[in-house]
């Protein structure tokens, strides 16, 4: 197991649609802070983050169905991002890519106002009450997104966490930020969104099992 991964780390060393910059790269001034439209992905189209992108299939699905914009997944989990990195290179995809980052040095990766649009797709829920600031919708990792986020960029919060959507919605209400769309059980609304039809691995399987899915859409009001 642990050569596999070794493995994967070093072909990725290879991709060139892979970031993989450690904390002194960061801490010194990352080059591409700034540069992510001009330098990696050599267009000037919206720049969207999904954060614990897990193996990617979520980012490239989103970048196969809107081809008019840039998808980066972000997470630490180097032998899961290979999974999606691989398979949009096989593709020949210019349009995502990843970074293997922890999401709490996010600030150290893009500059003010460079990011567009933030998905957060089936995070951990981070159940224990003191392990409520590891919730990757808490005020404190938000103020972090305000930092990078457009005026008005949208933040999608998708998960099977009944817990962590509610604890979301609490946080868009005591803070007065911008709730634009939620919904408790996402494919059993009548209303229909144009992303619905991207499923990743584990959402099918919490679908199989009959576990309703939940989803917000919300602008920051810092």
């Known amino acids: 197991m642990a050569k596999n991964k070794l493995r994967k780390f070093a072909q990725m060393e290879d991709y060139p649609h892979v970031q993989q910059p450690d904390l002194e790269v960061l801490e010194k001034g990352y080059a591409m802070k700034g540069n992510w ?11 969207v983050l999904e954060l614990g992108c897990g193996m990617g299939e979520y ?19 180097g032998a899961r991002i290979w999974q999606g990195a691989t398979d949009a290179l096989g593709k020949e995809m210019k349009n995502v890519g990843f970074l293997r980052i922890r999401i709490d040095w996010i600030e150290k990766c893009f500059a003010e106002n460079e990011v567009d649009e933030i998905w957060i797709t089936f995070p951990d829920p981070q159940l224990k009450k003191r392990r409520g600031t590891k919730r990757l919708t808490h005020p404190d990792f938000l103020k972090r997104y305000d930092n990078i986020l457009k005026k008005d960029g949208l933040i999608h919060l998708k998960t099977d966490s009944q817990f962590l959507h509610g604890f ?14 939620s919904t408790h059980d996402l494919y059993n609304s009548p209303v229909k969104r144009e992303h619905m039809e991207i499923k990743t691995h584990y959402e099918q399987i919490y679908l199989n099992k009959g576990l309703p899915i939940t989803y917000l859409r919300f602008r920051l009001n810092y």
Do not use: M, Q, W, Y
């Open 168 to 181: 979301t919605l609490g946080i868009i209400t005591g803070e007065n930020h911008i709730l634009e769309d």
């Open 37 to 47: 439209k001009k330098e990696f992905f050599k267009n000037e189209n919206p720049l």
């Open 59 to 77: 980012s490239v699905g989103l970048a196969e169905k809107f081809p008019e914009k840039n998808f980066l997944g972000v997470d630490i989990k």
